[in-house]
């Protein structure tokens, strides 16, 4: 590509880099990094909303599943970031061109190379921001981030079909393309690919921490930190913004709806047997934590009020108001042996804002639906 | 040629997904100007004020290819994805979100890139003057 500078703007650019193969090399990153984000964000978004057909297959293992996925997801778009800004930069002169339009096609092209910047930053953007649990904008995040990724893909689709020629023109070094721009980028090119390289590897290292808890000493700019919370875990919703206090707990008993309907003590569920398991806490906003459990398996209280082996359940939250107060739970979860209706945490009875006095814990699942002060459970 | 009409194809049915998807919210119209609105602050703003503090820097004389471009990319990476915890108004939902002192870590690893930059120019420095001893 040469910028032989036409009649028209007055604005010049040294040719150099803002050239097909640089724009080729950064857009097969970026290209990847989408691809994994729009992969596991599709994939977060049916484990957290599946429809109905789905919801008793859902696979719950392997159990650190959700864990690698949803950290993939925030990972790969925090990395796009510079990847974005570096690929925008490289064809920055192309908004330029002259002149602006020039056919029916060349007008769509250059349309839907705006969907595709603009769906590229929003989602960037309020991903990013998400994370921080900061909401500047007038609507509602997760349907619009979801709507917009599919925007993005599709367009993303589109321009690797429209620019395929000089894609495949660019894609070696030995390319025809790559071979017809001046030989003296070639050296200032891996120069600068190399930088951008370091730029992505330096903000993965320092923000990944929250969800590889042996990379937490290199955290830097996370939203959370692994060593940051009560019992050696991080918190999302707190008792006090849930509205549940020790005062409201003292009467607490576990109600079990179901063929054989009925309520246990505390005391009466720490009297069942207890298992102990290692699942992670892994929230959509991509930080995740191992942690031991200690409690009782939830198809050991489905069984004993008459639930089929295959029955799923509905949990019900003693938590005043929220979007997941209730929580159906498909079969493949509720029969896994590895969940619990969780009474400790790390060896400790579990605190108040793990959701004392009993809460769920569940293999391959988004933290949100980890219900916690589960105050019944309806066999379903 | 067919699979290029194809792939075309496949992306446009998409887009028109995510578009109806989008039209189901209560006001898309106000989710059109932030998507606009990124793009124009990008194109508009950021971008126009990246390349004019280059064509200054260069017009002052400063070479920015190779090392120094490098350290601006990773420096400014950190800077963007620091910014949200820098500048988030209002407070948090509780005490382990935004746990750390970012303002700090900002600078701890602005330091690191400079550190490393310096040391880097420093030993190619040595290897290159030890190269034209021998």
Redesign the interface.
């Known amino acids: 590509m040469r910028f032989t500078q036409p009649p028209g703007p007055s604005i010049t650019?040294k040719p150099r880099l803002h050239d097909a193969r640089t724009a080729t090399v950064i857009g097969r990153w970026l290209g990847l990094a989408v691809v994994i984000c729009f992969a596991t964000g599709v994939l977060s978004h049916y484990l957290q909303h599946p429809p109905a057909w789905l919801a008793d297959r859902l696979p719950s293992r392997p159990y650190w599943g959700y864990r690698l996925t949803q950290g993939l997801h925030v990972a790969s778009g925090?990395a796009a970031?510079?990847l974005l800004?570096?690929k925008?930069?490289a064809v920055?002169p192309r908004?330029f061109a002259w002149p602006p339009i020039r056919s029916v096609r060349h007008a769509l092209e250059r349309l839907s190379v705006?969907?595709l910047?603009?769906?590229g930053?929003?989602e960037l953007?309020?991903g990013?921001?998400n994370?921080?649990?900061?909401y500047p904008?007038?609507?509602?995040f997760v349907?619009?981030h979801?709507?917009?990724?599919?925007?993005?893909?599709?367009?993303?689709?589109?321009?690797?079909?429209?620019r395929?020629p000089r894609i495949r023109d660019h894609f070696t070094r030995r390319s025809p393309g790559t071979l017809a721009l001046p030989s003296a980028d070639g050296p200032?090119r891996r120069?600068?690919l190399?930088?951008?390289a370091?730029?992505?590897g330096?903000?993965t290292l320092?923000?990944v921490g929250q969800s590889v808890t042996a990379l937490g000493p290199l955290?830097?700019?996370?939203?959370?930190?692994p060593d940051?919370?009560p019992q050696g875990l991080?918190?999302?919703?707190?008792a006090a913004?849930a509205r549940v206090t020790e005062a409201s707990l003292t009467d607490w008993r576990l109600t079990v709806a179901g063929p054989r309907p009925y309520s246990l003590t505390l005391e009466e569920l720490r009297a069942m047997p207890q298992h102990e398991v290692t699942l992670p806490i892994a929230c959509v906003e991509g930080w995740s934590k191992s942690a031991r459990w200690t409690g009782v398996r939830v198809r050991d209280l489905l069984d004993r009020a008459g639930g089929d082996p295959r029955a799923g359940c509905r949990v019900v939250s003693l938590e005043a108001a929220g979007a997941y107060r209730v929580m159906e739970m498909g079969r493949t979860y509720a029969q896994d042996p590895l969940t619990l209706l969780a009474l400790g945490l790390n060896g400790e009875v579990l605190s108040l804002?793990h959701g004392y006095p009993a809460r769920i814990i569940a293999p391959n699942r988004p933290g949100v639906l980890q219900t916690k002060w589960v105050g019944r459970l309806e066999v379903r | 040629m067919a699979y290029?009409?194809l792939?075309?194809g496949?992306?446009?049915?998409?887009?028109?997904?995510?578009?109806a998807?989008?039209l189901?919210?209560?006001?898309p119209w106000?989710?059109g100007v932030?998507?606009?609105g990124?793009?124009l602050v990008?194109?508009g703003l950021i971008?126009p004020l990246?390349?004019a503090i280059a064509a200054l820097a260069v017009a002052a004389g400063l070479r920015l290819?190779?090392v120094p471009?490098?350290a601006l990319?990773?420096a400014?990476?950190?800077t963007?994805?620091?910014l949200?915890?820098l500048l988030?108004p209002g407070g948090?939902?509780?005490?382990?979100?935004?746990?750390?002192d970012?303002a700090r870590?900002?600078l701890?690893?602005m330091a690191a890139?400079a550190v490393i930059t310096v040391a880097y120019v420093g030993l190619r420095a040595c290897l290159r003057r030890a190269a034209r001893r021998r």
């Open positions: 650019f925090i970031i510079p800004l570096a925008l930069w920055y908004l705006a969907v910047v603009a769906a930053i929003f953007f309020t990013l921001l994370t921080f649990q900061w904008w007038p609507f509602s349907p619009v979801y709507a917009v990724g599919w925007l993005l893909v599709g367009a993303l689709l589109l321009h690797v079909a429209v395929w200032d120069q600068l190399a930088a951008l370091a730029g992505v330096a903000v320092t923000t955290e830097l700019f996370g939203p959370r930190s940051h919370g991080p918190v999302n919703r707190t913004a804002d | 290029r009409y792939v075309g496949c992306g446009i049915v998409l887009m028109a997904f995510g578009g998807l989008l189901e919210q209560p006001e106000r989710v932030w998507l606009a990124g793009a990008h194109d971008a990246v390349f290819r190779g471009r490098a990319i990773v400014g990476s950190l963007v994805i620091a949200p915890p988030r948090v939902a509780n005490a382990t979100v935004l746990p750390l970012y870590n900002w701890l690893a890139v």
